[in-house]
């Protein structure tokens, strides 16, 4: 039995996309989309049963009706192909107030065929081309869902913390709870949208602000599955092999903090007599992230074209990539820089930024320490040391100021 395994597709993503006047879309959203589509056209050819889905379709709550269109025609392209999906609900795929409808809850009121939603706690029985599977499912689930079920005035008591830790007891009760309902002659995977102990981040941290639950590996990688296919965290790793825990990680690059990431899918395939699971990362080549650096010294005779000779030497990276150019060089020869020919040099790039970091001679400031050559969140660290900030509040402040920090310079506008 073949089974391809994705998640996180964010449909929706727009940072450093060029806007198409003919279509008034992002390039970005191509440039998922044709992730999206070699999938479906390696599912096709490699005649799989069963694709996997595990949460998150859009970046927004309330995605656009082009974006809802674009995901059902690929969606729909498997399933006429005779590919049962599954898609499970991800915390970006819940509606803002409970009530409204998931985004990927259209297909089970219209009742598409082979097209499988699970938007809680259950186990499927999916009848594929090579036989039946069991699908468990975890989606994202709601701390207050969650915490609803028991004692309320008991938790307005207890710290973020120790309401996690509750959480996490309860997620881990419905994980055996589920491996408890399965038949052992069929083999079975489950699907679950959440962040397990010892993952690896990825830009996830940047689109979902406040703390989290997590589940321990030791809770989830149950032998009871023969396949553990994650969702949530945006890079690509496996946590056990035995049985398979695996997030795929996100089909696109989202921002420069996936630059090196490997990005792509699942292709996992299940003997269903002697219960073997192999797996095999699949991958996809897709929009190129590049950073250059580059410091400029204050003998320079001509910075820019210095400048200019670095970027040359690398057109073949920049050619279609987005481009993030860091300069380094002294306040007094900044003036000297040409932008203009600096920008031309950048022109084959699909996007690009450039920043410049002017280095002044050190001065002491108040709190003992040089405040040039900081960076924002070092500076923060430093201030918040010197109020004498509590290690608690320090620690939420300075990945409030991370993110916020990393949210600006995803953003910044071409030089």
Known sequence: ????????????????????????????????LAAFDRLVAYAIENKVDLVVFSG????SRDPSQTQQREFAR???????????????????????????????EIFDTLNIANVHVSAKAEVRLINTRSGL?????????????????????????????????????????????????????????????????????GSERNIS???????????????????????????QQVLSSSPPVVYPGSLERLDFGEEKDDKGFYLVEIDSLSRKTEFEFIKLEGRRFLTIEHT????????????????????????????RLKLELPAEIGGQLRDNDIREALREAHNFTVSKNFTRSSRQREGGF??????????????????????????????????LYTSLDSKQTKV
């Open 133 to 201: 599977i069991q699908v468990a499912s975890l989606p994202w689930l709601r701390r207050s869902s969650v915490l609803s079920v028991s004692n309320q005035k008991e938790e307005k008591s207890l710290s973020i913390e120790e309401l996690n830790q509750r959480v996490e007891h309860y997620l881990a009760g419905i994980i055996e709870n589920l491996a408890g309902q399965l038949d052992k002659d069929i083999p079975a995977i489950l699907s679950a949208h959440l962040s397990v102990n010892t993952a690896k981040l």
């Open 56 to 59: 998150d379709a859009y970046k």
């Open 296 to 323: 400029v010294t204050a003998d320079s005779l001509d910075p820019t074209q210095e400048v200019i000779n670095i970027l040359q030497s690398r057109q073949p990276e920049i050619k279609d990539a987005i481009v």
């Open 370 to 403: 040089k405040a040039e050559g900081l960076d924002p969140v070092q500076a923060l660290e430093h201030y918040l040391d010197a109020r004498q900030t509590s290690a608690q509040e320090k620690k939420t402040l300075l990945e409030y100021g991370r993110r």
């Open 74 to 104: 690929r969606i729909s392209t498997l399933a006429n192909n005779g590919i049962q999906v599954f898609l499970l609900v991800g915390n970006h795929d819940l509606p803002n107030a409970t009530g409204r409808a998931t985004t990927t």
């Open 1 to 32: 039995m073949k089974i391809l395994h994705f998640a996180d597709l964010h449909i929706g993503v727009e940072n450093y996309g060029r806007f198409d006047s003919a279509t008034g879309l992002s390039s970005r959203l191509a440039d998922f």
């Open 209 to 235: 602000i406040g703390h989290e639950p997590t589940v321990m590996l030791s809770n989830i990688a149950n032998p009871a599955f023969d396949y553990i296919a994650l969702g949530h965290i945006h890079k």
